[in-house]
Antibody, heavy 122, light 107 residues
Framework: QVQLVQSGAEVKKPGASVKVSCKASGYTFTAYYLHWVRQAPGQGLEWMGR????????NHAQKFQGRISMTRDTSSGTAYMELRSLTSDDTAIYYCARVGREYYGSGSYDYWGQGTLVTVSS | DIQMTQSPSSLSASVGDRVTITCQASQDISDRLNWYQQKPGKAPQLLIY???NLETGVPSRFSGSGSGTQFSFIISSLQPEDIATFYCQQYFNFPPTFGGGTKVDFK
């Protein structure tokens, strides 16, 4: 069965970086886009970026310009999202999500990781 | 970016009630709209894709309709396990964007 398993919770100090992993299984990793979505405490869903596992190509939301990197390791079927220069506003649950029905690189998210809580605190 | 406006932001209903949530897009998005359910402490789950298509395994009491800028999501008979926050999401234009969510609880 399809699974996206994310790395564990992190606590970081302001100014630090965090790298979250998302290991895919149960399907061909390179055949589906992966997106990253975050959710601040008590807030809604915010799209961060996407990676094309086949090529490694990425796109991200303008607000994360210069702070976000998304990579993948096709040999292990794992995607990574790194966010730098963290502030308290980055405290959130970070999700990876698979695009099941793709439309110009986006679409509907049919499988989600369990989420990774990142807490930024001094 | 396309803005997605959901209403209401919260609602209270009873078991068996019909529940309707609306989502308005800031521009025409055709039928490129999805609906998700998120239960507390869990990741969102896809319920409806392309405005009106029921995802496999999702109960038929959930339905969606609309096109262009106006969309509706309906629970025909609210069940105890339906208590959650529901989100719409457009993918007509990049970047994909979400509505602010509708929290559904019991009266």
């Amino acid at each position: 069965q399809v699974q996206l398993v994310q790395s564990g919770a992190e606590v970081k100090k302001p100014g630090a970086s965090v790298k979250v992993s998302c290991k895919a299984s149960g399907y061909t990793f390179t055949a589906y886009y992966l997106h990253w979505v975050r959710q601040a405490p008590g807030q809604g869903l915010e799209w961060m970026g996407r990676i094309i596992p086949n090529t490694g190509g990425t796109n991200h939301a303008q607000k994360f310009q210069g702070r976000i990197s998304m990579t993948r390791d096709t040999s292990s079927g794992t995607a990574y999202m790194e966010l730098r220069s963290l502030t308290s506003d980055d405290t959130a649950i970070y999700y990876c999500a698979r695009v099941g029905r793709e439309y110009y690189g986006s679409g509907s998210y049919d499988y989600w990781g369990q989420g990774t809580l990142v807490t930024v605190s001094s | 970016d396309i803005q997605m406006t959901q209403s209401p932001s919260s609602l209270s209903a009873s078991v068996g009630d019909r529940v309707t949530i609306t989502c308005q897009a800031s521009q025409d998005i055709s039928d490129r709209l999805n609906w998700y359910q998120q239960k507390p402490g869990k990741a969102p789950q896809l319920l409806i894709y392309d405005a009106s298509n029921l995802e496999t395994g999702v109960p038929s009491r959930f339905s969606g309709s609309g096109s262009g800028t106006q969309f509706s999501f309906i629970i025909s008979s609210l069940q105890p396990e339906d208590i959650a926050t529901f989100y719409c999401q457009q993918y007509f234009n990049f970047p994909p964007t979400f509505g602010g969510g509708t929290k559904v609880d019991f009266k």
